[in-house]
Nanobody
Framework: QVQLVESGGGLVQAGGSLRLSCAAS????????MGWFRQAPGKEREFVAA????????NYADSVKGRFAISRDNAKNTVYLQMNSLKPEDTAVYYC?????????????????WGQGTQVTVSS
């Protein structure tokens, strides 16, 4: 069984930064792609960023490109999301997820394990 636990969310002013972490259990972490999604109130859960199993490839939603950076430390079974220049529209619950595949995955159905989410609130 795989468990994912997010941390690092909180309240920040517009223009500020936060770093989310996702600690994973399970021996297959190193061989699978990982991703971050977010869900704002009344909206669908949407893709934010993904990283391949090796960390050599990344992909971002257009709305966060140039502001967010995903990374991973396979020795620590942890994936990170560095969020800079935050905007009020970034406010959402952020979810870490583990893909079924080793290559980049950007669709929700490609992910079979999800964390419980961490709230990020950006004030204007």
């Amino acid at each position: 069984q795989v468990q994912l636990v997010e941390s690092g969310g909180g309240l920040v002013q517009a223009g500020g930064s936060l770093r989310l972490s996702c600690a994973a259990s399970g021996r297959t972490f190193n061989s699978k792609a990982m991703g971050w999604f977010r869900q704002a109130p009344g909206k669908e859960r949407e893709f934010v960023a993904a990283i391949s199993w090796s960390g050599g490839s990344t992909n971002y939603a257009d709305s966060v490109k140039g502001r967010f950076a995903i990374s991973r430390d396979n020795a620590k079974n942890t994936v990170y999301l560095q969020m800079n220049s935050l905007k009020p529209e970034d406010t959402a619950v952020y979810y870490c997820a583990r893909s079924q595949y080793s290559s980049l995955s950007v669709m929700k159905y490609e992910y079979n394990y999800w964390g419980q989410g961490t709230q990020v609130t950006v004030s204007s």
